[in-house]
């Protein structure tokens, strides 16, 4: 299992937001859990999702649409 930490970008592999580029917010201990970021209607949502469904994405990959910030 990949090792993530706080402000790696991952892609959703699984589920409603697939293909999402976001950036990890949390990890938990054991990196089984990370909590991501998504805008939802213009409103900031965290979302804890298994870290078996994201892989890792490019830092430099134009976001677009799939990620905000909280910054």
């Not at 706080?6 to 697939?18: E, L, Y």
């Not at 990196?31 to 078996?52: H, K």
């Not at 430099?60 to 799939?66: A, L, M, Q």
């Amino acid at each position: 299992m990949a090792e993530y930490k706080i402000d790696d970008t991952v892609r959703i592999k699984t589920g409603p937001f697939a293909s999402f580029v976001m950036r990890v917010e949390d990890a938990s201990p054991g990196n089984e859990m990370l909590t991501v970021v998504v805008r939802v209607f213009g409103r900031a949502t965290p979302i804890r999702i298994s870290s078996q469904d994201v892989e890792r994405a490019d830092p430099g990959e134009d976001h677009g649409r799939h990620f905000q910030s909280n910054n």
